[in-house]
């Protein structure tokens, strides 16, 4: 039998994400400002052009801030992907659960060692527990070797059904390892 889940976490807008947008909003200011003057002293078709222009521009600049992360999984496997404004999409990884040699959550998570690779995928939402309540997500971290990326600590945020469908392709030594730290 197949085993495919899905999800996607929307990613928590940060106040680096605000400033970028603020400073877009004042480089729009200005330049249509700028497109303002063209168009009514030096040239009036340059002057419509450049003022359509800064506002797609800016539009489409501001709405690149908004991102999501969708978790696949299909028979072991995650992929990984950042959708930016629903319109863009970039594989971030894939990896089998069964390279995974550490998992758990991500605040009693080991210290990184040197050298390791972190791809955070970290998004904010809710699930719903088995008695119908609405908690936030928790946080995950995987530690596992990436054959293109090498040591890599991955840190996302997958609901309970995600971390069903990879448990079962663990490694024999992980779901030991696991077993002892509960």
């Known amino acids: 039998m197949d085993v495919f889940v899905e ?3 929307k990613k928590e807008t940060t106040g680096k994400d605000w400033a970028v947008r603020i400073a ?41 801030t ?3 992360y969708e978790y696949i999984v299909t028979n072991g496997e ?15 990884m894939t990896v089998k659960a069964s390279a995974f040699e550490d998992f758990g959550e991500y605040e009693n998570a080991p210290e990184a060692e040197s ?3 972190v791809v955070s995928a970290l998004g904010v939402g809710e699930t719903k527990n088995e008695a119908g309540e609405i908690t936030p997500l928790k946080t995950y ?11 890599v600590r991955l840190i996302f945020c997958p609901e309970q059904r ?7 392709y663990f490694s024999r030594q992980l779901k030991i390892n696991l077993s002892k730290k509960q």
């Open 141 to 151: 971290y995987a530690d596992l070797k990436h054959p293109s990326a090498g040591n």
């Open 78 to 92: 995650m992929d990984i992907d950042k959708i930016i404004a629903k319109r863009k999409r970039i594989r971030l």
């Open 162 to 168: 995600v971390i069903d469908a990879l448990t079962p």
């Open 24 to 64: 877009i909003g004042l480089g729009m200011g200005i330049l249509l400002a700028v497109s303002l003057f063209l168009f009514l002293f030096v040239f009036p078709l340059l002057g419509l052009v450049l003022f359509f222009g800064v506002i797609w521009g800016g539009w489409y600049l501001i709405t690149n």
């Open 7 to 9: 999800q996607i976490v």
């Open 115 to 117: 050298g390791v690779t």
């Open 66 to 68: 908004d991102c999501e």
